[in-house]
């Protein structure tokens, strides 16, 4: 079974600021990493995925991640946030070698501050 | 396209009572899946379907059954509804069948509170 760990709950940061939301995952198989942004009172949408290749994924928005498998580490990353970034943001893993399951982390509320 | 479509949209329930989460995709996906999403906790598994006729328990089935009725529809049901069960439910579907590292794409929720 996979598990993810998102250790920050909660991110304050003021708006032209960078950021960075940790995501550290546990498996015993190979995995795809995704993150997922959830605004406020909505479904999630996909902001990136690293299947496989370049280490560095870029997403929507200007946010990019980048997978440490020595780390087991998918943290995402933005240079300069706006007030539209505010929202909670869901680190997630599937296996490889079974079904599409995913595992999401609990989540960290990124409060972008004018 | 509408994507994946949720109904109801808030529901308050008493204990004991039941009701039947609808869920729709447009996107002629194959696969389909229910969560549940609480504060801290982030979302977690409850039932899927990898394909019409076919579903599967996920993390936390307890307590809940579900319908893969066609392609397009995967519903959810409380049979008794508890306080535990109050929550904010999300369906999510998925292109492939079996196909790993595929986006899953979700729907607005059900915010549901169980008295």
């Known amino acids: 079974a996979q598990s993810v760990t998102q250790l920050d709950s909660q991110v304050p940061v003021f708006e032209e600021a960078p950021v960075e939301l940790r995501c550290n995952y546990s498996s015993s198989v190979s995995v795809y990493l995704f993150w997922y942004v959830q605004y406020p009172n909505q479904g999630l949408q996909l902001l990136l995925k690293?299947?496989?290749?370049?280490?560095l994924v870029k997403g929507i928005n200007g946010f990019e991640a980048e997978f440490n498998k020595s780390q087991t580490s998918f943290h995402l990353r933005k240079p300069s946030v706006h007030i539209s970034d505010t929202a909670e943001y869901f680190c997630a893993v599937s296996g490889k070698n079974n079904f599409n399951k995913f595992y999401f982390g609990s989540g960290t509320k990124l409060n972008v501050k004018p | 396209n509408a994507g994946v479509t949720q109904t109801p949209k808030f529901q308050v329930l008493k204990t004991g009572q039941s009701m039947t989460l609808q869920c729709a995709q447009d996107?002629?996906?194959?696969?389909m899946y229910w969560y549940r999403q609480d504060p801290g906790m982030g979302l977690r598994l409850i039932y899927y379907?990898?394909?019409?006729?076919?579903?599967d328990k996920g993390e936390v089935p307890n307590g809940y059954n579900v319908s893969r009725l066609n392609k397009r529809e995967f519903s959810l049901r409380l049979e008794s509804a508890a306080p535990s069960q109050t929550s904010v439910y999300f369906c999510?579907?998925?292109?492939?069948?079996?196909?790993?590292?595929?986006?899953?794409?979700f729907g607005p929720g059900t915010r549901l509170l169980v008295l």
């Open positions: 379907s990898a394909s019409e006729g076919t579903t």
């Open positions: 996107m002629n996906h194959n696969s």
């Open positions: 999510a579907s998925s292109e492939g069948t079996h196909r790993t590292g595929e986006t899953q794409y």
């Open positions: 690293y299947l496989s290749g370049s280490t």
